[in-house]
């Protein structure tokens, strides 16, 4: 007897390649592209809106879109791109715990310009780049490691050797005691990067892996409905493997949105099941 495997994908995966979707024009600024999310230069950016879907895919999935869009804009200069993104989410999740989980939200970019590379994070020899922001990495940046004197200030805890109230992130966890506690030189250097993004390749669901190079960055402003997060990245980085992009170049781009209140992480997100076009001006 035959036997066949049903699996469940959404109408936009299974159709997204036939459907026309906005391009994001990325113009160019003189200097950096601005870190804040409220810098005066966000007003003259071209925007797109998103439509988020829950991810059906593959376990652990999601019933429901927590987050059902987001608006993208992006600037550049001739060696830099940022991302900014803006998405309403009443509740504030700053904190990873048992059982609690932060907010997040990622860019997607496939490494050969195409909107054949697989939405599913690209494919066996087609990469992708995700350049991921969470809310408990800005929160330790800025207001110091959340640790349990900090989230829970009435409980009784032990003395840490290495590290002395309000606990500096990360100036305070590079030394010996540190070290040990956390689990050794690679956990320490992964947890320790300053900054609130974090570089990941991947080649198809499972194989998501965290670059040697880490050298993105973020910073996030809470407003009265959600969240905006600039994201920025060289174009280029040195030592390191890079998406064919740049500036007077096209390629593609998608998102993800974790909703830390809904209890999501990993898998389990809303995103974007089409590629959307993303054209750069070239550099003045």
Known sequence: MRRMLLV????????????????????????????????????????????????????????????????????????????????????????????QFSDAVAVMIPYRPSDEVPITMGGPGDRVLILHWAAFREENLDNGYADVSKIHPNAAYDWYPHAKAPYRYPEDWRNQYALAYIGGEKLLRKNTIRSSVREVVAEGFGSSTWKDVQRAEGEAVRTEDGWQVVIRRRFVEENSSNPDWGPGRSTFVSVAVWDGSAGERAGRKSLSYMWTPLEVEAAR
Request: proline residues 10%.
């Open 8 to 99: 469940a994908v959404p109408l936009s995966l299974a159709v997204g390649a036939a459907l026309a979707q906005e391009t994001l024009v990325v113009r160019q600024v003189e200097g950096r592209p601005p870190l804040d999310p409220q810098h005066p230069a966000w007003d003259g950016a071209a925007a797109v809106t998103l439509t988020l879907e829950p991810q059906t895919v593959v376990p652990p999935t999601v019933e429901a879109a927590s987050v059902e869009e987001v608006e993208v804009r992006a600037l550049a200069s001739g060696e830099e791109i940022a991302f900014r993104l803006s998405w309403r989410d009443p509740t504030e999740d700053r904190f990873m715990l048992a059982g």
